[in-house]
């Protein structure tokens, strides 16, 4: 009896936690503990979400003139970016099931890179929303979109009446509140990555145990799905009006 | 008065030396530590502290309410004293009372595990409640708050100067502790079972969890979200809420109630389920319509997602939802008493003694059964629009979470003692204890409801000399009612050194908590059990212990 015992515990990884019967259901929990995590986030977000939608009826106009004064070309390098910080962060998932610890540690270097050069880009954004007084509440003139200025190369927009111009302070308050709750996740995903990293070149990845990074895969993934339905709703969704 | 308790000869007995108390020394070893029990004695010390705090602020509004004027204190000290009253109890006392330490101390060993999934988070969750419960104190000690525990816009974001960032921020933190909290549940009892345990197989204390975690994990992210534009609104003067600006301070109410509604269920449900373990222990019968009140809980969490709007009849939404909310008010009201039905019915022709838990799940079912039906009363439009904002509604919900949730908070506390400890409580004083809390808490609260019928509004601290006869009864009522909870107080901490010694399964109760000696192992089992017998069953009790008998002859 006793010798079965022993034998049984051999074949668990010494990172099986006690508490676990087997490897399979550690794993298991781990990922379903992550989903479960990710639908609260959805729940979180869907907040923001259903603000919008409502607002977006109410103040039409001034949903569209407000998408118009974001600049499509940083946005889409944005999208851009991110996605192909979820590709690399995919592949350093990859490359930790395959063991290649190198291949992690680059992998997980050049997500972060992205993750930076996205909020480089976003910080761009908030600084030009500044300068034009689009922050609502601490700095914002509504009269921009009362009297619109004629952008070199391109036509002038008709102005909107002046309580509609007021209520796009309503769309950069979502605007504000989506893409800053979005770039907090990736602060906080960042600050996970450098973690990582330091484990990793430690090694501490080498012998398979590797939940914490596919879970965390998960979580990048979910940031970036994130901006992918805040991408065509704030900046593209009525740019042909 | 003929009793089940079934003690072990007293002069020979002894605590287990090796346990999950003994096992470590050192406050390190509490403080880092990842055991479920560990956690869920962590969380008992900080919620009874807590609780007494919310008592006594309970207290000074009884007493500012025993005479029609406002003499006690100002009338803003007033607001800032129920607010804070309101903030404690709910989220720092209700929300947490029952799952965070029964639920975290049984649930694992009932489903045949050794611990929680992540013993970390767990650990994580009891430091995020203590992170919010210091912020609370911090805003308290501050100067308070003084918005009411539903944060109103745009009173809070624009009107008041008190220190609702540092509330708001609390409250957040310590929503993430009960997202995780829920969050481990959840995946326990789906991973965790042991073999044979299967979903039918399974305590009602389980599923009732395990409904009231789906609300918490879906609910309280919709809180977080409100409350950070309730900060952002209030800090930098983003307008989502602010009318001025075109935002809507009715969104603010309709994702405020979107969590709070389900949150008075994540603050009922695993009260049910402790009522449920114990009605079943003390009429020695299995749950009738065991998947009934199973599929009761189920149905709870997912109703009471749809209901929220009930809170805002009079708020100006359409006539036509209202009619609509109306109806699904009614509906959750259903399987809620499916459950009270079914307990009664367990009763019938049980083998009934009166221990004090039963004592506490009796007062349970009769004033939870008052306030379920109070509140069909406010679910019907009509009527609401005469008792909202009454002093009937401030009756409605304490008959349903002091004397709902608090009575099962107790006799689960009551119930499971031995098994946490290793000790009796003195039975006598606290079946006394049992029934000064019951009289006490219908004097206090009873007198509430013809208030509010008379139109006596909520939250205010002068009120028309009227009043003053029932008002007196109320506070009247809290006295003795404070008498109650203190009791329970000092003996549990009296029994810690002088209780009798109680045994593995003092009560008879089948239960696989009850199978494994109090206090338990660290580790729960010595060796994961395989499941058989069905929840409930005590012919199959009886086989176990006429089989021991028969080995040890
Ligand atoms: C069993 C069925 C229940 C029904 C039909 C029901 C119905 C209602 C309704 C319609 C209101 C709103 C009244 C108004 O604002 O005009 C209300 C308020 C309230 N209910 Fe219930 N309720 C039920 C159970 C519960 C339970 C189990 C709890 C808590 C454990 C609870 C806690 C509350 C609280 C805290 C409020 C007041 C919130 C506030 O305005 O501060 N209710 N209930
Ligand atoms: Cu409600």
């Known amino acids: 009896m006793a010798v079965v015992h022993e034998g049984e515990h051999h074949e668990h990884p010494a990172y099986q936690r006690h508490h676990f019967v087997s490897m399979e259901q550690q794993k298991e929990s781990a990922s379903f503990g992550m989903w479960l995590f990710l639908l ?13 939608l409502i607002y977006r009826n109410w103040y039409y106009p001034a949903f569209v003139a407000g998408s118009h004064t974001l600049s499509i070309v940083l946005g889409t390098t944005n999208t851009a970016v991110l996605i192909t910080s979820s590709f690399t962060m995919a592949m350093g998932v990859w490359c930790a099931e395959t063991r290649k ?112 990074i596919e879970n965390f895969g998960l979580y990048w993934h979910f940031v970036d799905i994130v901006w992918i339905f805040l991408f065509p709703l704030l900046y593209l969704i009525s740019r042909h009006q | 008065m003929s009793s089940i308790v079934s003690l072990p000869d007293q002069t ?46 309970a207290g000074l509004i009884r007493l500012e309410l025993l005479t029609p004027q ?9 607001n800032k004293v129920f607010s804070m009253h309101g903030i404690i109890m709910i989220f720092l006392f209700l929300v947490p009372s029952v799952p965070a ?79 995780f909290t829920g969050l481990n549940f959840i995946v326990t009892i789906h991973r965790m079972r042991a073999p044979g345990m299967t979903w039918f197989k399974l305590p009602l204390f389980v599923w009732s969890h395990y409904a009231a975690s789906i609300l918490m994990v879906l609910g309280t992210p919709v809180l977080a979200i409100a409350i950070v534009l ?51 222990t003390f009429s020695r019968k299995r749950v009738f319509g065991y998947s ?113 949730m608090l009575m099962a908070f107790l006799a689960g506390i009551h119930f499971w003692w031995p098994k946490m400890t290793g000790r009796m409580y003195p039975e006598k ?44 009864f109320s506070t009247a009522g809290a006295t003795i009612l404070g008498v109650g909870y203190l009791l329970p107080m000092i003996y549990l901490v009296w029994s810690l050194k002088y209780g009798k010694i109680a045994g593995a399964n003092p009560w008879q109760a089948t239960g696989l908590e009850w199978q494994i000696q109090s206090p338990p192992l660290t580790e729960n089992f010595v060796e994961i059990p395989v499941v058989t017998q069905d929840a409930y069953d005590y012919e199959w009790l009886e086989r176990q212990k006429e089989h021991e008998v028969t080995q040890v002859g």
């Open chain 2, 70 to 78: 406002s003499d006690l204190m100002a009338t803003d000290t007033y």
């Open chain 1, 101 to 212: 610890r190198g291949g992690l540690i680059l992998s997980i270097i050049l997500t972060l890179i992205l993750g930076l050069a996205f909020l480089g880009i976003k910080s761009v954004e908030y600084h030009e929303k500044w300068v034009q007084h689009h922050v609502p509440g601490l700095r914002f003139d509504a009269m921009t979109f009362v009297h619109p200025k004629a952008e070199p190369g391109q036509p002038v927009e008709p102005g909107l009446p002046l309580d509609m111009a007021q209520h796009t302070e309503i769309y950069f308050s979502l605007y504000f509140a989506m893409t800053g709750m979005h770039a907090l996740h990736m602060i906080i995903g960042m600050g996970l990555l450098v973690f990582m990293l330091v484990k990793a070149m430690r090694g501490a990845y080498d012998n398979g145990n590797i939940a914490f």
């Open chain 1, 40 to 52: 609260t986030e959805i729940m979180f977000f869907g907040g923001m979400f259903t603000a919008y």
């Open chain 2, 12 to 57: 020979t007995a002894r605590i287990p030396k090796r346990n999950y108390l003994t096992n470590e020394n050192g406050i390190l070893s509490w403080l880092l530590t990842g055991d479920h029990k560990r956690i869920a004695m962590l969380y008992l010390i900080s919620i009874t502290f807590f609780f007494f705090i919310g008592g006594a602020l």
């Open chain 2, 230 to 280: 309730v900060l952002l609104e209030r800090t930098i003067g983003i307008g989502v809420f602010d009318p001025t600006k075109g935002g809507d301070p009715i969104l603010f109410q309709h994702l405020f109630w979107f969590y709070s509604h389900p949150a008075v269920y994540i603050m009922i449900l695993p009260g049910m389920g402790v009522i449920s373990e114990v009605i079943s």
């Open chain 2, 429 to 472: 004083i606290s079946q006394l204890a049992a029934v000064v809390t019951f009289i006490g808490f219908n004097f206090t609260f009873f007198p509430q409801f013809l208030l509010g019928m008379l139109g006596m509004p909520r939250r205010y601290a002068a009120y028309p000399p009227e009043f003053q006869v029932l008002n007196v």
């Open chain 2, 292 to 404: 009934a009140v199973a599929f009761s809980s189920v149905a709870i969490a997912v109703f009471g997602f749809f209901v929220w709007e009930h809170h805002m009849f009079i708020m100006g939404v359409s006539n036509y939802s209202t009619l609509v909310f109306s109806l699904l008010t009614m509906l959750v009201a259903v399987p809620s008493s499916i459950k009270i039905f079914n307990w009664a019915f367990t009763l019938y022709k049980g083998s009934i003694t009166f221990e004090t838990p039963m004592l506490y799940a009796f007062g349970f079912m009769g004033l939870f059964t008052i306030g379920g039906l109070t509140g069909v009363f406010l679910g019907a439009s009509g009527t609401d629009i005469h008792l909202t904002e009454t002093y009937f509604i401030v009756a409605h919900f304490h008959f349903v979470m002091v004397g709902g």
């Open chain 2, 101 to 179: 330490t029964l639920g975290n101390f049984l649930i694992p060993i009932m489903v045949g595990a050794k611990d929680l999934a992540f013993p970390k988070i767990n650990l994580l969750s009891w430091y995020l409640y203590l992170a919010g419960g210091s912020l609370t104190l911090w805003a308290m000690i501050n100067g308070g708050v003084d918005t009411g525990w539903t944060f109103t816009t745009p009173l809070s974001t624009h009107y008041v100067n008190t220190n609702v960032v540092t509330t708001g921020l609390a409250i957040f933190v310590a929503g993430f502790s009960s997202i």
